[in-house]
């Protein structure tokens, strides 16, 4: 099966200035994951969808951060406006509903630079 | 202090070594326990995971979870240089929103 895809790899934008991600999950995977791993951190979940409803954004800084997944497929991540801070690499991850923790599938990632 | 704690390294071992990481956890709810293994600008890939206490093996990976310690470990025999990359160890309670509680990653560096 094709695995979780992700575009851009790469982004370096300007402080103040907007970026948008985008994440297809695998076929048939109702749950989809964002997740911020700053450099030397492990991954921090930002927002879990289930189909195309919210089910923890608790750590999503709102004031800043918004994401969607239309029609519960595909999903994008969006910084308006971005913060030196919000450099990091964004990994979209994806489940199919009910199966046990193995069911867990990262794409490699977008890997922000905030300038 | 941080949900779950691992230590960063760098660790680096010669070929054939064996190799132990481990993490610790402060929420004793925690009742899966999964291991990923991330190389460079490459997303995590799931290598071991267990549920709540006990040991699991897959052929040079062994994976242990202590749950009165709160305490995992996983070892790796007769290391490759193919194993060098960031070991990450993560936990989650189980129900409804199964988020993953990350370490912050081991890099590992296993020399030929």
């Known amino acids: ?115 | 202090q941080k949900e779950v704690e691992q230590d960063p390294g760098p660790l680096s071992v010669p070929e054939g070594a064996i190799v132990s990481l481990n993490c610790t956890y402060s929420n004793s709810a925690f009742q899966y326990f999964m291991w990923y293994r991330q190389y460079s600008r490459k997303g995590p890939e799931l290598l071991m995971y267990t549920y709540s206490s006990g040991n699991k093996e897959d052929g040079r990976f062994t994976a242990q979870v202590d749950k009165s310690s709160k305490y995992i470990s996983l070892f790796i025999r007769d290391s490759q240089p193919s194993d060098s990359a960031t070991y990450l160890c993560a936990m989650f309670y189980g129900g409804a929103t199964n988020k993953l509680i990350f370490g912050t990653g081991t890099l590992l560096a296993v020399q030929p």
């Open chain 1, 1 to 115: 099966e094709a695995g979780v895809a992700q575009s851009p790899r790469y982004k370096i934008i300007e402080k103040r200035q907007s970026v948008a991600f985008w994440c297809n999950p695998i076929s048939g995977h109702a749950t989809l994951y964002w997740y911020q791993q700053i450099l030397g951190q492990g991954p921090k979940l930002l927002i879990q969808f289930q189909n195309n409803g919210v089910v923890d954004d608790s750590q999503l800084p709102k004031d800043r951060f918004s994401a969607e997944r239309l029609k519960g497929v595909d999903s994008t991540l969006k910084i308006q406006p971005a913060k030196l801070e919000d450099s990091a690499v964004y990994l979209c991850a994806s489940r199919r509903f009910g199966t046990g923790s193995y069911g867990y599938t990262f794409g490699s990632g977008t890997r922000l630079t905030v300038v």
